[in-house]
């Protein structure tokens, strides 16, 4: 069964720091995709990044960057430098080989504090 | 570019009232389509999805439907509504076929009184 699991629940920080969302996902396919969306107030789900399960390189686009790792089946988040306007509901989510369904993790709300 | 579309974007109607939500895309031909709820403060629950016209897979037993009555038109209905159906109803897509990452419309805020 697939499974996607967002320990945090909600975190806090103060403006400008770093922070770290946590994604651990369960899968026996060995053919996925991971996926982070962004939830502002206003409701509507970001798409932030894709990875596919073939390419655990890094990825740093801005402030944002993601951890990729097979061995620990997680895929985390990390804002650097956060600001206000991060503030919002973070989702990881799983889609693997032979079915059309995202399975999304409960979220992470992160409030960041001026 | 492709773009997807969601109405009314407020909504309120009393229990035992019939709904219909409708959400298409443009831009784009033979997308999956999918309608989730979100519960005030809660995760995502997938209700329905659409790899193709007429084809609707349920995920949830319970009072709603689902129509694709064309390809990139997708309606969520109810014949009577319950109080417990009130939530944050969102509308995807996603390129058909392939793994790719799914894209959101603005979402309907249903309540039921």
């Known amino acids: 069964a697939q499974k996607v699991t967002q320990a945090q629940t909600e975190i806090s920080v103060v403006e400008k720091e770093d922070v770290t969302l946590d994604c651990v996902y369960e899968?026996?396919?060995?053919?996925?995709?991971l996926f982070w969306y962004k939830q502002p107030p206003s409701g509507e789900l970001v798409f932030l990044i894709r990875r596919n399960s073939f390419d655990e390189q890094n990825e740093i686009s801005g402030r944002y960057s993601w951890n990729f790792q097979k061995s620990t089946s997680s895929f985390n988040f990390t804002i650097t430098a956060s600001q206000v306007v991060d503030s919002a509901v973070y989702f990881c989510?799983?889609?693997?080989?032979?079915?059309?369904?995202?399975?999304f993790g409960t979220g992470t709300r992160l409030k960041v504090l001026a | 570019s492709q773009t997807i579309h969601q109405w009314p974007a407020t909504l309120v109607q009393p229990v035992g009232s019939p709904l219909s939500l409708e959400c298409t895309v443009e831009?784009?031909?033979?997308?999956?389509l999918y309608w989730y709820r979100q519960a005030a403060g809660r995760g995502l629950q997938l209700l329905f999805y659409?790899?193709?016209?007429?084809?609707i897979s349920s995920e949830v037993p319970q009072n709603l439907s689902a129509s694709r009555p064309q390809d990139r038109q997708f309606i969520l209905s109810s014949k009577k509504l319950l109080l417990s159906d009130s939530g944050f109803y969102l509308c995807?897509?996603?390129?058909?076929?392939?793994?790719?990452?799914?894209?959101f419309g603005p979402g309907t805020r249903l309540t039921v009184l």
């Open positions: 899968t026996r396919d060995t053919t996925y995709y």
């Open positions: 995807a897509w996603s390129v058909g076929g392939i793994f790719n990452e799914q894209f």
């Open positions: 659409s790899v193709g016209i007429g084809q």
């Open positions: 989510a799983l889609r693997t080989s032979g079915t059309y369904k995202y399975i």
């Open positions: 831009g784009t031909s033979n997308p999956n």
